[in-house]
C-alpha cells in the first residue's frame, strides 16, 4: 500500500469535511473555534520566543 497517497486530500473530501464540521458545531460556533484556536498559537509563539529569549541569556550568563 502506497502511504505517500494517504496524504493527498482532494477537493471531495474537502468538502465533505467543511460539510461536516458545519453540522458538527454550527454557523455560529466556529468563529469562537477559530478565535480560541488563534489564541492557542499565539500564545505557543510567544512561549517559544520566550524560551530561546531565556536561554540565550542563561548562556551568556554562563559564558561570563
Known amino acids: 500500500m502506497y502511504t505517500s497517497n494517504l496524504l493527498f486530500i482532494g477537493t471531495q473530501e474537502i468538502i465533505i469535511i467543511v460539510v461536516l ?15 480560541g484556536l488563534g489564541r492557542g498559537v499565539k500564545e505557543f509563539k510567544d512561549g517559544q520566543r520566550e524560551d530561546t529569549t531565556q536561554d540565550s541569556n542563561t548562556k551568556e550568563k554562563t559564558n561570563n
Open 21 to 35: 464540521v458545519l453540522l458538527l458545531f454550527g454557523g455560529k460556533k466556529i468563529p469562537e473555534l477559530m478565535r
